[in-house]
């Protein structure tokens, strides 16, 4: 079957603009994560939904940014007024349901470039 | 808070020498424990876990047993090939939390495998 699914794979956007980066998952898995994989600061989790709703909101860096997830399926990470220290590549991963020891499946990331 | 420290790379290894990445641990609870792998140009991948203590975790050779006494996590191999060159991520995940299933990550350890 697919695995976890994100477009675009590449974005470049200027300073100031508003940007959004979306995940599939795996036809059936309830779980979904955001992380970020940047330079400095290594692999960081941002929110995770289970179902429509997002338990876990504590690693959004900030106000400019926020997720949603509709039908408990597809999840939209936007992220406004983008900085220069907004550039990582963004990393979505699915689990069948949420709990330590359940294998996350993770996408192939979409890079963001901010100029 | 959750932490896992991971020993700095990168490691430069010859064709079938043995490999040990260290990975220790901080946690509140009875964490999960992870090695997700990443090869290049390709996105991560789970390569082995252990969900309680004295478990050991396998998979393509490679393995880590869960240590809670030492609250380590580290991941051996016997004879290293040229294709296992990529960044390998001890990581882990709070069990005991039913709202915390989020991945805290160590920084990463590249593996480079010379002829």
């Known amino acids: 079957g697919a695995g976890v699914s994100q477009s675009p794979s590449n974005k470049v956007t200027e300073k100031g603009k508003d940007v959004e980066l979306r995940c599939d998952p795996i036809?059936?898995?309830?779980?979904l994560y955001w992380y970020r994989q940047s330079l400095g600061q290594g692999l960081e989790f941002l929110i995770y939904?289970?179902?429509?709703?997002?338990?876990?909101k504590s690693g959004l860096p900030s106000d400019r940014f926020s997720a949603e997830r509709t039908g408990g399926s597809v999840s939209t990470l936007t992220i406004q007024r983008t900085q220069q220290e907004d550039s990582a590549v963004y990393l979505c991963?699915?689990?069948?349901?949420?709990?330590?020891?359940?294998?996350?499946?993770f996408g192939p990331g979409t890079r963001l470039t901010v100029l | 808070g959750d932490s896992v420290t991971q020993m700095e790379g990168p490691v430069t290894l010859s064709e079938e020498a043995f490999l040990t990445i260290n990975c220790t641990y901080t946690?509140?609870?009875?964490?999960?424990l992870f090695w997700y792998v990443q090869y290049p140009g390709e996105g991560l991948q789970l390569l082995l876990k252990?969900?309680?203590?004295?478990d050991k975790g396998s998979n393509k050779g490679f393995e880590a047993t869960y240590r809670k006494e030492t609250t380590s996590f580290h991941l051996e191999k016997g004879s290293v090939q040229v294709s296992d060159s990529a960044v390998y991520f001890c990581?882990?995940?709070?069990?005991?939390?039913?709202?915390?299933?989020?991945?805290?990550f160590g920084t990463g350890t590249r593996l480079q495998v010379t002829l």
């Open positions: 991963a699915s689990s069948l349901k949420t709990g330590g020891y359940n294998e996350q499946f």
């Open positions: 036809s059936g898995h309830t779980a």
């Open positions: 939904f289970q179902g429509n709703s997002a338990p876990d």
């Open positions: 946690a509140t609870g009875y964490p999960s």
């Open positions: 252990a969900t309680k203590a004295d």
């Open positions: 990581a882990l995940s709070d069990q005991w939390d039913g709202t915390a299933s989020k991945l805290t």
